[in-house]
């Protein structure tokens, strides 16, 4: 496919007018907006804020929110508000890590499996339903307990396992539907190869499902990631929303009245769910006209 | 119902209890070096008088730590059978099965309650909400519900405890019941168990809801177009009779296969749920295994954890057909 | 229709218009209809698919959902206009004075309930003290008349096969004795043998029972088969109405000539004959007489005006400008 500027400019048009459709669903922009919101919060917190968010000691401990700090200082000697920061965008990485591995594990599976067919489709859809039914945050806590020196990226890795399985599913039965239909077969008639068929025909027809379920993944991963943060099983050396919340239990701060310590990062955590919920909802709208109007 | 409807549900039930197994065994292994002296040495390391080696392969013996890999996997199988978990590190010689069995009744009893009132209410709410949705107050309340479901079950339990056991000390700060207290009767036994799980449960079902009600909304929504139910109305049915048994009915069914799906969900949610309130169960048993290090204690939990979401869940496949028509005539 | 005729018919249907909303304009589906049906009349409403047969037989039963409303009109029952009933009243109505089968019955019976339990709630929402035993004896009758197994009504609806859910709803329409029963497209997703069976079933109760039936197919040859009345809608417009032998033999617009000389003539070797052309846009329709485009009479008037309905026989009305009397 030659790539000139006439080209280019009817993608771009393409493109824009997509774009523009999604912009008008309210659903979409808010949810979008909501997260970007966040991401601008732990941005410049970080650039703003002068305390280290990790590095205990580094200011003195229990501080009640003054204006030098606006959220506190926690038992360990860390400024709550560049941790709450900070552990946002940590938090992001991890959920957004885990779910594009995920994502993109479960998008082969479904593939491969719901158009091929056959027994390779009938033992892949076993095994999706094994690490569906499977309680994932038990066998990761279990996971996490034994490798103990946990990073980020490792993180993510252990929260992918679990997190393919429900997108595998639904992708696939996606998959089904599609290969049925007429263009499908036309397009296999013609002689594309199946790869083809598969990014440049079936893909762009559900992508709004796709993007609706890329949605619920990374809510998922950040939940399952948040769970493990909460017990003391998340990375080492860094911060994350969950991690905060970790060390407020560990503190007792509900009942030292530290209202300050474990809210924010509840509250930060509520509005990136929220936002993930509210792109996910209207994209579920355009893929199925019928919610609408509802 | 066909066979291979039930060959496949057995062979992946299998499959996943042999999944769940495997990594219960494999796992700790996996790990170089050997766990019992990883343990010694870390008690060593925190000051702990530790006897020398031939404590080491004493215990070696006992946890058949010294025997080739394979048969350790047979001997691990056949204690599993045996319903032997294993024995505490941390609460040593306490055995886990012993350990877990005082904690599963406190989890059982939060779940169950929590589990069947959030499908009840949530179901229900998102059914009249889909039905009628027109009407503010439905809407107001089903809002609500979803954004305390975004808000997740850590949020909503430290807030209920804040709230409840803190700032309006109603309710207490946790435990399943108020630590050597005697009773006069059951009755006040079971009143004080009711009032300290109340937080708890409450924070399960508040957050529980909102994904209930979403997908029962959207059932019920899908199958108002539908021409039955457009009959239905031309047979001059009443509303309520059309609402319940023409639609409602309808999307009932489906839903409770979700029951045992999202059984793990609600598992592995209040975990964190018991940990905040210090609530006996399981999870508070994991978390503080986890916090240890007990790794048969760990492994024992996660077992059981796979077992009883896998089981119920294999049963309700197994049921399902039976109570719906569509499914059965197939 | 003369006026003669008024008081002893069982449904007038004046000036119906029914629109569908759509953004901001009106899909114009049914625009104007008037017609009336008779005690003991099988009256067979013929047509394209989208000239708005279905919508009019929703509009009558008031099972209209948006974005479909009236927008002018009334449909009077034994003189009790339906359009202007409150939804207790007409839920008195329903089933009891004029029931439906619709046109998709695959779907039109509930899957998690039995047969008989959606037949017998049917009547215990309006007849609460006839007893169960007497619900089976009506279910019955018609069930052998129409050759129905008697496991077909303990069974739940996946169990039956389609022509089997077909007759179910007709027994299930019936069973309350209507004066008025409107089957929409009773016979394309049928085979043959049930096609007969339904339609010997039809025939017999209005000999029998006097029920009148409104039968709406675009199959003009199961109208010929037995309706008594038809009338022929294009567009959302009434062509023609009039005896069944009458327009068959003399048929008078256009578009009538057209539908029945579409249908092939056993032992007759001649073209079958089309209309070029398709069905206009309803949200604007043509100007002047909607069929203008198509027709292969048209004059100029045609074009700039809407013609009106006219007599052209005793019982027998034409909406053509061909007939216009001078």
Not at chain 3, 23 to 50: H, L
Not at chain 3, 206 to 221: M, P
Request: proline letters at 5%; one cysteine or more.
């Amino acid at each position: 496919m030659k790539l000139n500027s006439s080209r280019l400019k009817t993608l771009r048009n393409a493109v824009l007018s997509r774009l523009s459709f999604i912009r008008s669903n309210s659903y979409i922009s808010s949810g979008i907006g909501l997260l970007i919101g966040v991401v601008l919060f732990g941005v410049i917190g970080i650039l703003v804020i002068p305390y280290h968010p990790v590095r205990m000691g580094s200011v003195p401990r229990d501080l009640a929110p003054s204006f030098e700090h606006p959220l506190g200082t926690d038992s360990l000697g860390r400024d709550l508000l560049a941790q709450v920061c900070f552990g946002s965008l940590m938090s992001l990485q991890v959920g957004f890590l885990a779910g594009i591995i995920g994502f993109v594990a479960a998008l082969a599976v479904a593939f491969i499996g719901g158009y091929r067919g056959g027994n390779l489709d009938g033992g892949l859809t076993v095994l999706t339903e094994i690490f569906l039914t499977t309680p994932s945050l038990v066998i990761l806590i279990l996971l996490a307990s034994i490798v103990r020196k946990v990073e980020i990226l490792l993180m993510a890795l252990i929260i992918a396992i679990f997190a393919w399985a429900w997108p595998a599913k639904t992708i696939r039965a996606q998959v089904l539907s599609l290969r049925e239909r007429g263009f499908v077969y036309l397009a296999r008639l013609s002689g594309l190869s199946s790869i083809e068929i598969i990014v440049k025909h079936m893909i762009p027809n559900i992508l709004p499902f796709l993007g609706s379920y890329f949605a619920v993944v990374v809510n998922a991963a950040t939940l399952s990631a948040v769970g493990l943060e909460v017990i003391g099983l998340g990375p080492r050396h860094t911060t994350t929303l969950g991690i905060i919340f970790y060390w407020a239990m560990m503190h007792s701060a509900v009942t030292r009245g530290l209202i300050w310590w474990w809210l924010p990062p509840c509250i930060i955590l509520f509005l990136l769910f929220l936002s993930l919920f509210l792109i996910q909802r209207g994209l579920d709208e355009i893929a199925n006209p019928r919610l609408r109007g509802e | 119902m066909g066979l291979p409807y039930v060959i496949r549900r057995t062979m992946i039930y299998v499959l996943s209890l042999f999944g769940g197994v495997l990594i219960n065994f494999v796992l700790p292994r996996l790990v170089p070096g050997n766990p019992l002296q990883a343990k010694l040495l870390e008690l060593q390391r925190m000051g702990v008088r530790v006897a020398g080696q031939e404590f080491v392969d004493k215990y070696m013996k006992i946890f058949g730590l010294n025997e080739p890999l394979h048969i350790q996997f047979v001997n691990y199988i056949t204690s599993l059978i045996q319903g032997n978990l294993g024995i505490s590190i941390t609460r040593f010689p306490t055995e886990v099965r012993e350990l877990i069995a005082k904690h599963f009744p406190w989890t059982l009893g939060l779940l169950y309650v929590a589990h069947f009132t959030v499908f009840l209410v949530g179901v229900i709410l998102g059914a009249l909400v889909g039905w009628k949705s027109k009407s503010k107050l439905r809407k107001g309340v089903f809002m609500i519900f979803i954004i305390l479901s975004q808000m997740q079950y850590y949020t909503v339990a430290m807030t209920l405890l804040y709230v409840f056991a803190f700032l309006i000390p109603v309710f207490p700060i946790g435990a399943a019941y108020t630590y050597g207290a005697t009773y006069g009767n059951i009755l006040q036994y079971a009143w004080d168990i009711m009032w300290h799980a109340t937080l708890p449960a409450l924070s399960l079902v508040l957050v529980g809801i909102g994904g209930w009600s979403l997908a029962a909304r959207g059932l019920i929504v899908s199958v108002k177009g539908e021409d039955y139910l457009i009959l239905a109305k031309a047979k001059g049915l009443s509303e309520n009779r059309r609402f319940l048994f023409y639609a409602l009915k309808n999307t009932l069914l489906p839903q409770i296969t979700d029951l045992a799906i999202t059984m793990g969900f609600v598992a592995t949610g209040s975990i964190l749920v018991e940990v905040i309130f210090g609530y006996p169960g399981m999870g508070y048993l994991l978390y503080r295994a986890v916090t240890a290090l007990d790794y048969p204690l760990i492994q024992g939990i996660s077992i059981m954890y796979v077992f009883g979401v896998t089981t119920a869940g294999f049963v309700v496949d197994l049921m399902y057909p039976l109570i719906d028509p569509r499914v059965r005539y197939e | 229709m003369g006026t003669s005729n008024r008081a002893r018919a069982l449904l007038n249907v004046r000036n119906l218009r029914v629109y569908y909303r759509v953004r901001s304009s009106s899909v114009r589906a049914v625009d104007g209809v008037t017609f009336d049906v008779k005690p003991r009349e099988i009256f067979s409403i013929v047509g394209e698919s989208g000239c708005g047969k279905s919508t009019l037989a929703n509009a009558i039963i008031r099972l209209l959902e948006p974005p479909a409303y009236i927008a002018s009109g009334e449909v009077m029952l034994k003189d009790v206009n339906l359009l202007e009933l409150d939804d207790q009243r007409i839920n008195d109505f329903r089933w009891k004075e004029i029931s439906i089968l619709p046109q998709s019955a695959m779907n039109a019976l509930n899957p998690v309930m039995k047969v008989y339990d959606q037949i017998k709630d049917g009547v215990t929402a309006h007849e609460h003290r006839l007893p169960d035993n007497e619900i089976k004896k009506r279910v019955e009758f018609m069930a052998n008349k129409l050759m129905l197994p008697s496991y077909t009504f303990k069974s739940y609806p996946c169990q039956l096969s389609g022509g089997m859910r077909q007759r179910s709803l007709l027994v299930l329409a019936l069973i309350l004795d209507p004066s008025l029963v409107i089957i929409d497209e009773p016979t394309s997703a049928v085979d043959v043998v049930t096609q007969r069976k339904i339609l010997e079933f039809l025939r017999m109760r209005r000999d029998e029972a006097g029920t009148s039936i409104i039968l709406i197919t675009h199959d003009v040859a199961v109208t010929a088969e037995i309706a008594d009345t038809m009338m022929v809608m294009y567009a959302g417009k009434v062509c023609e109405i009039g005896d069944v032998v009458n327009i068959f033999e003399d048929p008078f617009h256009p578009y009538t000539k057209a539908l029945i000389e579409a249908v092939p003539v056993l032992g007759v070797k001649s073209e079958v004959k089309g209309l070029s052309g398709l069905p206009p846009d309803l949200i604007n329709p043509p100007s002047g007489c909607r069929f203008h485009p198509r027709c292969p009479d048209a004059i100029e008037v045609c074009r700039l005006e809407e013609p009106q309905l006219k007599e052209v026989k005793p019982n027998h009305v034409v909406m053509c400008h061909l007939y216009r009397r001078d």
